[in-house]
């Protein structure tokens, strides 16, 4: 069973404007959410982590939002730019513990 | 760059046939992980490792064992390759410890036919 969710398969953004990736998931115990991004053909590659005890971190261009009671997060890149384009990965776990992924969102941002 | 290389990139095999795929670091780090990345399932951990000789098992460690004799090198076995096991592997250090944010190499495409 899928502990982490990424609903949302592909998304389409014009350059510029917001994107927002989001990700659901069912086990309230974990405590540290990451997202990663990921080219074709290479690894994937650590964007942003935030603890359960904070609600919102930011990092440049990228900020991550965490609603516990929803147990839900996302990702906002603002603005967005075409070398955005890439699968975007949340992963979460229990600390020090395993780490579970999401299925991935293929974010396209249009010149 | 956390300096890891994953050898070979590709591999084409046969059902019933070992495989071994290696993970290099060349920055100590004590913390070595492998998953697999399939379509509709996101990475999923199949084993890892905390220290030289010291590993543990992951999400789907069934079909597949490790070693890690050195720091610098993790390997992954598949004792007897099966299509299942057709995936694209991924190797991943931890700077801070399990739980926390890794560094993955680029991957390893195994094909088994």
């Known amino acids: 069973d899928q502990q982490v969710k990424q609903n949302s398969p592909s998304l389409s953004v014009q350059e510029g404007r917001i994107s927002i990736l989001n990700c659901d998931y069912t086990n309230s115990m974990f405590d540290y959410f990451l997202w990663y991004k990921k080219y074709p053909a290479e690894g994937p590659t650590f964007l942003i982590s935030?603890?359960?005890?904070?609600d919102k971190n930011e990092d440049g261009r990228f900020t991550v939002f965490l609603n516990k009671s929803a147990k839900h997060l996302s990702l906002h890149i603002v603005p967005s730019q075409p070398g955005d384009s890439a699968v975007y990965f949340c992963a979460a776990s229990v600390t020090g513990n395993q780490f579970y992924f999401g299925t991935g969102t293929s974010l396209t941002v249009i010149p | 760059d956390a300096g890891i290389t994953q050898s070979p990139r590709h591999k084409v095999t046969e059902t019933g046939t070992p495989v071994t795929l290696r993970c290099h670091q060349t920055e100590n780090h004590r913390y070595m992980y492998w998953y697999r990345q399939d379509p509709g399932h996101g990475l999923r951990l199949i084993h890892y490792s905390y220290g030289v000789k010291d590993t543990d098992k992951g999400e789907v460690s069934d079909g597949y064992s490790v070693s890690r004799s050195k720091t610098e090198d993790f390997l992954l076995t598949l004792e007897s390759a099966t299509s299942s096991q057709t995936s694209v592997y991924f190797c991943?250090?931890?700077?801070?410890?399990?739980?926390?944010?890794?560094?993955f190499g680029p991957g390893t495409r195994l094909t088994v036919t």
């Open positions: 991943a250090i931890s700077k801070l410890g399990t739980g926390y944010e890794q560094y």
């Open positions: 935030i603890s359960s005890i904070k």
